[in-house]
């Protein structure tokens, strides 16, 4: 019996044409191990490969809100023992403000309803003071997809949708002098407007960029959120963890609102990466719009082995039209199966293979669930274009 086997040059091949032809309605799903993946020389300033990263992922970013808070109120140590083993500071967080909403002037842990909204706020902003990191100088990651987002005239926007509080994709995406659409309208105190995001009319060359979880810079304002211009975390919500109610209101309905309208469009395709698919709204959306929608697609990049994007590989082993790339190998067409190059499918495609797959030190390893390999990939297609001077039409691809 013939063993089954993905070779990902065949993928790949066919990745980079749809990427590269602007026809195509593409949207990007970028969660929290996107800043993970970008390090810096603390000392310079610098990228640097060895050094930290410019956002922490949520289990090291726990441990740091946790320290930071430690000896402020001993009932945030008693909230986590209560909790499920490895539970995060946003299950930690939900939990805080389910009890300021409960227990009025009674205490628990020794803190009444007041307490724990200060409690809620302090998080909060300890979170905040982690996430408003600013773009690195250097050309980086961010700068690379914004350059990819600007570098094709397109018949329809890129859509951005992340679960990530930072403003780093909004920077790069200024740098490099491309219009974006937030979801927020005016000048002094921009408003939320949720009618323009419905309507999604302005011009294609305007990219999106949707905060499903909020961001800093949010506040409210007179009963309306808006865009305060500053870098304060006081008020961001966490819907996964809380109960699915509590999200439909503004802004959040009219943001998972615009991902379930993005998914159930004819002919889409959502590429995510750094995203886990542990976020059960997100991830609930994509499942139901997959369902109704079989000429939507998902091509979800996994950091780690297969085994690890266990919810990842949940959705795809019932959707065909969601594909999972990890390290290791890929669920694709709810087969799971390693990787196995073959023959080089064109001249030249050496150095193309060289931006998705790695054999170091005598590995074997898909590298596109890194951010910075993914951005280096794309900004790459259209820089080997120019040089070719040719349009996108590689010998031999599938």
Same mark, same amino acid.
């Given at each position: 019996?013939?063993?089954?086997?993905?070779?990902?040059?065949?993928?790949?091949?066919?990745?980079?044409?749809?990427?590269?032809? !602007?026809?195509?309605?593409?949207?990007?799903?970028?969660?929290?191990?996107?800043?993970?993946?970008?390090?810096?020389?603390?000392?310079?300033?610098?990228?640097?490969?060895?050094?930290?990263?410019? +956002?922490?992922?949520?289990?090291?970013?726990?441990?740091?809100?946790?320290?930071?808070? @430690?000896?402020? *109120?001993?009932?945030?140590?008693?909230?986590? @023992?209560?909790?499920?083993?490895?539970?995060?500071?946003?299950?930690?967080?939900?939990?805080?403000?389910? #009890?300021? *909403?409960?227990?009025?002037?009674?205490? +628990?842990?020794? &803190?009444?309803?007041?307490?724990?909204?200060?409690?809620?706020?302090?998080?909060?902003?300890?979170?905040?003071?982690?996430?408003?990191?600013?773009?690195?100088?250097?050309? *980086?990651?961010?700068?690379?997809?914004? @350059?990819?987002? !600007?570098?094709?005239? /397109?018949?329809?926007?890129?859509?951005?949708?992340?679960?990530?509080?930072?403003?780093?994709?909004?920077?790069?995406?200024?740098?490099?002098?491309?219009?974006?659409?937030?979801? =927020?309208?005016?000048?002094?105190?921009?408003?939320?407007?949720?009618?323009?995001?419905?309507?999604?009319?302005?011009?294609?060359?305007?990219?999106? &960029?949707?905060?499903?979880?909020?961001?800093?810079?949010?506040?409210?304002?007179? %009963?309306?959120?808006?865009?305060?211009?500053?870098?304060?975390?006081?008020?961001?919500?966490?819907?996964?963890?809380?109960?699915?109610?509590?999200?439909?209101?503004?802004?959040?309905?009219?943001? =998972?609102?615009?991902?379930?309208?993005?998914?159930?469009?004819?002919?889409?395709?959502?590429? $995510?990466?750094?995203?886990?698919?542990?976020?059960?709204?997100?991830?609930? +959306?994509?499942?139901?719009?997959?369902?109704?929608?079989?000429?939507?697609?998902?091509?979800?990049?996994?950091?780690?082995?297969?085994?690890?994007?266990?919810?990842?590989?949940?959705?795809?082993?019932?959707?065909?039209?969601?594909?999972?790339?990890?390290?290791?190998?890929?669920?694709? *067409?709810?087969?799971?199966?390693?990787?196995?190059?073959?023959? #080089?499918?064109?001249?030249?495609? @050496?150095?193309?293979?060289?931006?998705?797959?790695?054999?170091?030190?005598? %590995?074997?390893?898909?590298?596109? !669930?890194?951010?910075?390999?993914?951005? /280096?990939?794309? $900004?790459?297609?259209?820089?080997?274009?120019?040089?070719?001077?040719?349009?996108?039409?590689?010998?031999?691809?599938?």
């Amino acid at each position: 019996m013939p063993v089954t086997v993905h070779n990902p040059d065949r993928y790949m091949s066919d990745l980079r044409q749809v990427l590269a032809q !602007g026809r195509k309605r593409i949207g990007m799903l970028l969660g929290a191990g996107a800043p993970a993946s970008i390090k810096l020389n603390l000392e310079t300033g610098r990228l640097d490969e060895s050094g930290t990263v410019l +956002i922490p992922a949520i289990t090291e970013l726990t441990s740091l809100v946790l320290d930071e808070l @430690a000896d402020e *109120n001993n009932a945030l140590a008693s909230v986590r @023992a209560d909790l499920p083993p490895g539970s995060n500071i946003e299950h930690v967080l939900s939990r805080v403000r389910s #009890l300021s *909403n409960l227990i009025g002037t009674h205490q +628990i842990h020794g &803190v009444n309803a007041d307490g724990f909204r200060g409690l809620a706020e302090r998080i909060c902003s300890s979170i905040g003071r982690f996430a408003e990191v600013s773009l690195p100088d250097e050309h *980086n990651a961010f700068t690379e997809l914004a @350059a990819w987002i !600007g570098g094709t005239e /397109r018949a329809h926007p890129v859509e951005i949708f992340t679960p990530n509080y930072d403003l780093l994709i909004e920077a790069a995406l200024e740098r490099a002098e491309i219009p974006f659409f937030d979801g =927020f309208t005016g000048s002094h105190e921009p408003f939320f407007d949720p009618a323009s995001i419905a309507r999604n009319d302005l011009p294609s060359r305007w990219a999106r &960029v949707w905060k499903l979880h909020g961001s800093i810079g949010w506040r409210q304002s007179s %009963g309306s959120i808006v865009r305060a211009g500053g870098r304060e975390a006081t008020s961001l919500i966490y819907p996964d963890h809380l109960k699915y109610d509590q999200i439909q209101k503004l802004p959040f309905t009219a943001l =998972f609102d615009r991902l379930r309208a993005f998914l159930l469009h004819p002919d889409t395709l959502l590429v $995510s990466c750094g995203f886990s698919y542990a976020d059960a709204h997100i991830s609930a +959306i994509i499942d139901e719009c997959l369902s109704a929608n079989p000429s939507s697609s998902v091509f979800a990049f996994q950091f780690g082995e297969l085994e690890s994007a266990a919810e990842a590989c949940r959705i795809a082993s019932k959707r065909t039209n969601m594909s999972v790339y990890a390290r290791d190998s890929a669920q694709i *067409n709810s087969i799971k199966a390693p990787w196995r190059a073959g023959e #080089l499918p064109a001249r030249d495609w @050496a150095s193309i293979r060289a931006s998705y797959w790695s054999e170091d030190d005598g %590995g074997k390893s898909f590298l596109l !669930g890194d951010f910075v390999h993914f951005c /280096r990939f794309i $900004s790459l297609i259209h820089a080997e274009q120019e040089l070719r001077n040719e349009p996108f039409d590689e010998e031999g691809a599938s």
